[in-house]
């Protein structure tokens, strides 16, 4: 099945929270880190990176936000057919509590 675009999907999580930022590009794991910093607004400690490797097909039923290369956020319009590729899960915790 052809879909309108590709979205790489990634996994960022500890005890008490979890977040999922999408890509139209495969991310780095470092990417997703300076990301999860940028939002929690303090550093964290990296315990593991796990790889996914679902991937799905589906229409979005609601706009959905997707950083582009340039660090642009772009938002892809409601029942658009996308492919997910999940890319990877990273467990973290603050940095006090390593």
Excluded: A, H, Q, W
Excluded at 10 to 32: K, L, R
Excluded at 52 to 71: A, D, F, G
């Amino acid at each position: 099945m052809n879909s309108d675009i590709d979205i790489y999907r990634s996994y960022i999580e500890d005890e008490n929270i979890s977040f999922c930022f999408y890509f139209t590009y495969p991310p780095t794991s470092e990417e997703v880190v300076e990301k999860t910093k940028e939002i929690l607004g303090y550093d964290i400690y990296i315990f593991d990176i796990f790889p996914e490797i679902n991937n799905e097909v589906k229409n979005i039923p609601e706009p959905l936000s997707v950083m582009t290369r340039s660090s642009i956020e772009m938002f892809l319009e409601k029942d658009m057919l996308v492919t997910f590729f999940d890319t990877f899960r990273i467990l973290f915790g603050k940095i006090n509590e390593k």
